[in-house]
């Protein structure tokens, strides 16, 4: 069973618009979420993070939200870049799991020039 | 500063034989992680370590993996014998006390035929 979940294997976007990148998770012991960004041949990337006791985040171009209620959260990119073509990450941890992090399938985000 | 290093960064190898993948983590960083990549399960955690002791081994899928960690700066994941489904990206990952942000590094590409 995955808890955490990234049902959208691949998004394009033009370059210049908004990217959204969405995660659903399952287990509400979750209260620490990281996005990360992975190219091919390299480890993934820490982009940014969200503490569930904030819904918002901002970092640069980089947005992450947090909806407790409904299990959700999502990273906006504005404006998307060619450069940010690459595989995004959803994880998560639970207070109490000594920093284990659950890790989404991922979304392979091209932005087209 | 150095990131996490890892060695060798590909490995081919027989099946049967002995595979050993090594990783150096960021220094001060007390948390060390062992992930496997592949298509059919994504990143998943095999094992991890907290000041150089193995704390939760659950995700090591056989008896054919183990890892050590002798000292703050080293750790190996061994695969004896290697097998063919065993082909996968190995990834190390560390994180620093006090935070839950895990830094990855470059993988090893392991293929068995």
């Known amino acids: 069973d995955q808890q955490v979940k990234q049902n959208s294997p691949s998004l394009s976007v033009q370059e210049g618009r908004i990217s959204i990148l969405n995660c659903d998770y399952t287990?509400?012991?979750?209260?620490?979420f990281l996005w990360y960004k992975k190219y091919p041949a390299e480890g993934p990337t820490f982009l940014i993070s969200?503490?569930?006791?904030?819904d918002k985040n901002e970092d640069g171009r980089f947005t992450v939200f947090l909806n407790k209620s409904a299990k959700h959260l999502s990273l906006h990119i504005v404006p998307s870049q060619p450069g940010d073509s690459a595989v995004y990450f959803c994880?998560?941890?639970?207070?109490?799991?000594?920093?284990?992090?659950?890790f989404g399938s991922g979304t392979q985000l091209t932005v087209l020039p | 500063d150095a990131g996490v290093i890892q060695s060798p960064r590909h490995e081919v190898t027989e099946m049967g034989q002995e595979v050993t993948l090594r990783c150096k983590p960021i220094?001060?960083?007390?948390?060390l992680f062992w992930y496997r990549q592949t298509m059919m399960r994504g990143l998943e955690l095999l094992i991890y370590?907290?000041?150089?002791?193995?704390?939760?081994d659950s995700g090591m899928p056989e008896d054919r993996f183990s890892a050590k960690m002798p000292n703050a700066s080293f750790s190996t994941l061994k695969i004896q014998p290697s097998e063919p489904r065993d082909s996968a990206v190995y990834f190390c990952?560390?994180?620093?006390?006090?935070?839950?942000?895990?830094?990855f590094g470059p993988g090893t590409r392991l293929l068995v035929l």
């Open positions: 990952a560390s994180s620093s006390p006090g935070l839950e942000t895990q830094y």
């Open positions: 287990n509400s012991m979750f209260d620490y």
């Open positions: 969200i503490s569930s006791i904030k």
């Open positions: 994880a998560a941890s639970a207070f109490g799991s000594a920093r284990q992090l659950t």
């Open positions: 220094s001060g960083h007390d948390y």
């Open positions: 370590f907290n000041n150089n002791v193995p704390i939760d």
